[in-house]
């Protein structure tokens, strides 16, 4: 990627923000025995020594066996990668495993420099995705999908609940408009140190198709400064 890249790598692609810097023009990424008794007790003595003829008396009583019913159980519900997308669509929300369920996904285009938009810093923005809308879709057949999500340091956005939630294995689904859906499964996490460039996250031409996930992790160093990034990495799912 060269110079070009590492600035790329360096600048708003990981949306790391802090509160502090909301007014900000230009974003930066950064839950016993029983007691005695003098009497005789005929009931004690049946259910205790004749279980089968108490039962043949509750017959006689009641002219029937009673039996408990099996509690009917609920059918399972759908599983939203039972009829993926068959083309490429733009992608309007996200889930992602316990960390973002209906998150927006937010289609933004790349600045002056080449860097992918990130979300705006506000409590909308700090809960939804951004898309490299230039880029790859979803349903393509090959290259990267990018993604990324703001940090905050006081732990209420959505990369920190991917920090904490979404490891190898797991799933990300990509929803689109009209409903269609793709279904992906996490293949690698990996943090990087953010003054290295990482070409990985923008993938090849001709690459496999993949989700490629990024937010700012590692300690804060100021307001858009963190020492690291987080990349995940997601597979479609059949």
Same mark, same amino acid.
């Given at each position: 990627?060269? *110079?070009?890249?590492?600035?790329?790598?360096?600048?708003?692609?990981?949306?790391?923000?802090?509160?502090?810097?909301?007014?900000?023009?230009?974003?930066?990424?950064?839950?016993?025995?029983?007691?005695?008794?003098?009497?005789?007790?005929?009931?004690?003595?049946?259910? !205790?020594?004749?279980?089968?003829?108490?039962? *043949?008396?509750? #017959?006689?009583?009641?002219?029937?066996?009673?039996?408990?019913?099996?509690? !009917?159980?609920?059918?399972?519900?759908?599983?939203?990668?039972?009829?993926?997308?068959?083309?490429?669509?733009?992608?309007?929300? $996200? *889930?992602?495993?316990?960390?973002?369920?209906?998150?927006?996904?937010?289609?933004?285009?790349?600045?002056? $420099?080449?860097?992918?938009?990130?979300?705006?810093?506000?409590?909308?923005?700090?809960?939804?995705?951004?898309?490299?809308?230039?880029?790859?879709?979803?349903?393509?057949?090959?290259?990267?999908?990018?993604?990324? !999500?703001?940090?905050?340091?006081?732990?209420?956005?959505?990369?920190?609940?991917?920090?904490?939630?979404?490891?190898?294995?797991?799933?990300?689904?990509?929803?689109? $408009?009209?409903? #269609?859906?793709?279904?992906?499964? #996490?293949?690698?996490? #990996?943090?990087?140190?953010? *003054?290295?460039?990482?070409?990985?996250?923008?993938?090849?031409?001709?690459?496999?198709?993949?989700?490629?996930?990024?937010?700012?992790?590692?300690?804060?160093?100021?307001?858009?400064?963190?020492?690291?990034?987080?990349?995940?990495?997601?597979?479609?799912?059949?």
């Amino acid at each position: 990627m060269g *110079d070009r890249g590492g600035r790329i790598w360096r600048g708003a692609i990981a949306c790391c923000a802090a509160a502090a810097v909301l007014a900000l023009v230009v974003p930066r990424l950064d839950g016993g025995e029983p007691g005695a008794s003098g009497g005789h007790d005929s009931s004690k003595q049946v259910s !205790a020594e004749q279980p089968d003829q108490q039962e *043949d008396a509750q #017959v006689v009583l009641f002219g029937h066996t009673l039996r408990a019913r099996p509690s !009917a159980r609920p059918a399972p519900a759908p599983s939203p990668c039972t009829h993926p997308a068959q083309r490429s669509f733009v992608p309007v929300s $996200a *889930d992602a495993t316990d960390a973002a369920t209906g998150a927006a996904v937010l289609a933004l285009p790349r600045d002056a $420099a080449g860097v992918p938009g990130v979300p705006p810093l506000s409590t909308s923005g700090k809960n939804a995705f951004a898309w490299d809308a230039s880029g790859v879709r979803p349903g393509s057949p090959d290259g990267n999908v990018l993604l990324n !999500a703001h940090t905050w340091p006081d732990g209420s956005a959505l990369g920190n609940r991917l920090l904490a939630g979404l490891d190898v294995g797991e799933q990300v689904v990509l929803h689109g $408009a009209t409903g #269609v859906r793709l279904c992906y499964r #996490v293949t690698e996490r #990996v943090e990087v140190r953010a *003054d290295q460039p990482f070409p990985r996250y923008y993938g090849v031409p001709g690459g496999p198709p993949q989700v490629a996930i990024v937010v700012c992790s590692g300690s804060r160093l100021g307001p858009g400064q963190w020492t690291h990034r987080t990349v995940w990495f997601a597979r479609p799912v059949g």
